[in-house]
């Protein structure tokens, strides 16, 4: 059984920094490669970052240089630090693993006024 529980979002100004969490149930998560995703409204999800259990990194060019996706494997969480956000970083964003599985959480939302 696979569950996901993201948190951190909120309202932040653009320029500001936010710290996601995501809280992973999941068999053998220290394999897994674990991602961040995020939906606007209207939009399709997309993929943001990525980290292989060994802690490999990508990234989607739209966040390269702001964003940071690292994980605790003792924890099974994965978090995303967001700095220098704009206003189209907006969207609720939600971890899955990579590729995802059919499960997902309810994420959390991004808000980023300019």
């Known amino acids: 059984q696979v569950q996901l529980v993201e948190s951190g979002g909120g309202l932040v100004q653009a320029g500001g920094s936010l710290r996601l969490s995501c809280a992973a149930t999941?068999?053998?998560?220290?394999?897994?490669?674990m991602a961040w995703y995020r939906q606007a409204p209207g939009k399709q999800r997309e993929l943001v970052a990525g980290i292989t259990g060994s802690g490999n990194t990508n990234y989607a060019d739209f966040v390269k240089g702001r964003f940071t996706i690292s994980r605790d494997n003792v924890k099974n969480t994965v978090y995303l630090q967001m700095n220098n956000l704009k206003p189209e970083d907006a969207a609720v964003y939600y971890c899955?693993?990579?590729?995802?599985?059919?499960?997902w959480g309810k994420g959390t939302l991004v808000t980023v006024s300019s």
């Open positions: 899955n693993a990579l590729p995802a599985y059919s499960n």
């Open positions: 999941m068999r053998i998560f220290s394999i897994n490669t």
